[in-house]
Nanobody, 114 residues
Framework: QVQLVESGGGLVQAGGSLTLSCAVS????????MGWYRQAPGKQREFVAL???????SYADSVKDRFTISRDNGQNTVYLQMNSLKAEDTAVYYC????????WGQGTQVTVSS
């Protein structure tokens, strides 16, 4: 089965940086895109960033110019580089894979203190 495992979350001061990783395993027959979503306490899960098979990217307005999504050469790992973190970035961050179906990781906690 396809599995996604996030890592790299933690506690950071406002203005600091973190890099999240998502490792993908299992048969991926028709990859369309990989991305990141987040869910803060009391809020719905929201889109953060997306990278298409072509390499094109898309970002939420709230993270533009601060976050960068990327992938490794084999497209088995996706990263989210987060800079200039704000308290409002605090959330559980989830990795997403879009192929013939849709898959989610279990999430990794990011906490930004101010």
């Amino acid at each position: 089965q396809v599995q996604l495992v996030e890592s790299g979350g933690g506690l950071v001061q406002a203005g600091g940086s973190l890099t999240l990783s998502c490792a993908v395993s299992g048969p991926i027959l028709n990859l369309h895109a990989m991305g990141w979503y987040r869910q803060a306490p009391g809020k719905q899960r929201e889109f953060v960033a997306l990278i298409f098979r072509s390499g094109g990217t898309s970002y939420a307005d709230s993270v533009k110019d601060r976050f960068t999504i990327s992938r490794d050469n084999g497209q088995n790992t996706v990263y989210l580089q987060m800079n200039s973190l704000k308290a409002e970035d605090t959330a559980v961050y989830y990795c997403n894979l879009e192929t013939t179906g849709t898959y989610w990781g279990q999430g990794t906690q990011v906490t930004v203190s101010s």
